[in-house]
């Protein structure tokens, strides 16, 4: 693993922090029989908000005392440093064509319990290096050693990488942007998917205005009183966690 300890950009807002805390949240009420380790986050179109999604789920999780691993599986777009300042050149597709080990591409960073992979150099042929033997040894590996992987996956409305590495997950989540996507395109993808046998989570709908989210959650007042929102969220956080599993049906 690199030495170096990246310095990584959080600052959310009370109310954006607590959509990511609800997020992870009903990750975690996902689980059923099995738990959700290795996590797909894809989208229909390049530019809605995947890789910050992704990104500030991992870190949210991290926050909460998990150990995560974010890894950019984006491998049609090499820039390593798209996300992180890392002077590490090595990443995914290294891993998988043999010119590194897994501990040489993993990067730490300065929030404790979250780690990144970038996607490395350029290739040819990046769905035969998703469909190889070395990228789902890859996923077996990290699963072992990280509570919580997510794999930044390439829009699957272009390219079919995403329901490649959906089919080798635990769970897949779809980000879609508000008012940018056609419904038919949306069912499109989410039909791609349930082909490719992936456990699809759900979707998070990114980008929506301030004054939709405000009418959506007003009942908890997020915009007026943080406190009483607090105490609410709180609550009901509380009473979900002590239910059993078996009281959700």
Do not use: H
């Not at 419904?183 to 349930?194: D, F, G, S, T, Y």
């Amino acid at each position: 693993m690199s030495e170096i300890s990246y310095v990584i950009k959080y600052d959310l807002n009370q109310t954006v922090e607590e959509a990511y805390n609800v997020l992870r949240a009903n990750i975690q009420f996902c689980e059923s029989s099995k738990k959700i380790t290795t996590l797909a986050v894809t989208s229909y179109s390049p530019g809605e908000g995947k890789s910050t999604t992704s990104i500030n789920l991992g870190i949210s999780m991290a926050k909460a005392g998990m150990k995560v691993l974010y890894v950019d599986a984006d491998i049609r777009k090499p820039m390593p440093f798209k996300y992180f300042m890392s002077t590490n050149l090595k990443g995914l597709t290294n891993y998988i064509l043999g010119q590194a080990e897994l501990n040489e591409i993993i990067n730490k960073t300065d929030i404790d319990g979250f780690d990144f992979i970038t996607c490395g150099i350029k290739t040819n042929n990046p769905v035969e290096l998703i469909n190889s033997d070395r990228f789902s040894n890859l996923i077996r590996e990290v699963r072992q050693i990280y509570d919580t992987v997510i794999i930044d996956t390439p829009p699957l409305g272009s390219v079919i990488d995403a329901a490649i590495i959906a089919a080798q997950v635990d769970g897949t989540i779809i980000v879609i942007e508000a008012n940018a996507v056609r419904c038919q395109n949306a069912l499109r993808m989410k039909e791609q998917l349930v082909k490719a046998n992936a456990n699809i989570l759900g979707a998070v709908l990114n980008k929506i205005s301030k004054s939709e989210y405000k009418n959506y959650y007003g009942s908890y007042d997020y915009y007026n009183s943080r406190k009483k929102y607090m105490k609410k969220w709180s609550q009901l956080i509380k009473n979900l966690k002590s239910l059993k599993r078996g009281e959700y049906d």
